[in-house]
T-cell receptor, first 108, second 114 residues
Framework: QKEVEQNSGPLSVPEGAIASLNCTYS??????FFWYRQYSGKSPELIMS????GDKEDGRFTAQLNKASQYVSLLIRDSQPSDSATYLC????????FGQGTELSVKP | EPEVTQTPSHQVTQMGQEVILRCVPI?????FYWYRQILGQKVEFLVS????????KSEIFDDQFSVERPDGSNFTLKIRSTKLEDSAMYFC????????????FGSGTRLTVV
């Protein structure tokens, strides 16, 4: 059974701080890794993808991948209250498998 | 920006009734998916569909479920005889290819079985 694990949180950070979200996965054959953002009652929205070891930056978001440790993370710099949502880690080893999500709360 | 469109947004049905959830994937995408999310739980894979046939299905996707692409644009999920535990948010998704592509999700259909 392929698993994707995340801390469910909630993770609470003050506005302007860095939020760090983590994810581990079980399938070593996984090829691609994604972070989705899901607001309450809404659908998942793709915010980052990463395929190679190392860091990938897009605006305030940085995704980090370490395939040897089977670990993916997402950093959100200068966190804003509008970033408050559940962040879903998803791993593609043939189909997207989601973690249970980490709830992020950014306090003004 | 291209969207995946789902209808209806909310459906209430009696236990034992059949429901059909509808989706219009992004037009140049080739792979289509259904996921569900029970309230407070993770997003779970149901089925993937490519080249007019099911390419993979999960244990959840039993004989009560079926999918169809009746024409060049629509993609449907049918639940033949709904149970209370089928109450969930159902998301359709599509992608242009496999493996390296993220999926674009529709806004979902909230199914309530009473």
């Amino acid at each position: 059974q392929k698993e994707v694990e995340q801390n469910s949180g909630p993770l609470s950070v003050p506005e302007g701080a860095i939020a760090s979200l983590n994810c581990t996965y079980s399938d070593r054959g996984s090829q691609s890794f994604f972070w989705y953002r899901q607001y309450s009652g809404k659908s998942p929205e793709l915010i980052m993808s990463i395929y190679s070891n190392g860091d990938k930056e897009d605006g305030r978001f940085t995704a980090q991948l370490n395939k040897a440790s089977q670990y993916v993370s997402l950093l959100i710099r200068d966190s804003q209250p509008s970033d408050s949502a559940t962040y879903l880690c998803a791993v593609n080893g043939g189909k997207l498998i989601f973690g249970q999500g980490t709830e992020l709360s950014v306090k003004p | 920006e291209p969207e995946v469109t789902q209808t209806p947004s909310h459906q209430v049905t009696q236990m034992g009734q059949e429901v059909i959830l509808r989706c219009v994937p992004i037009s140049n995408h080739l792979y289509f998916y259904w996921y569900r999310q029970i309230l407070g739980q993770k997003v779970e894979f149901l089925v993937s569909f490519y080249n007019n046939e099911i390419s993979e299905k999960s244990e959840i996707f039993d004989d009560q479920f079926s999918v169809e692409r009746p024409d060049g644009s629509n993609f449907t999920l049918k639940i033949r005889s709904t149970k209370l535990e089928d109450s969930a948010m159902y998301f359709c998704a599509s992608s242009p290819g496999q493996g390296l592509y993220g999926y674009t999700f529709g806004s979902g259909t909230r199914l309530t079985v009473v």
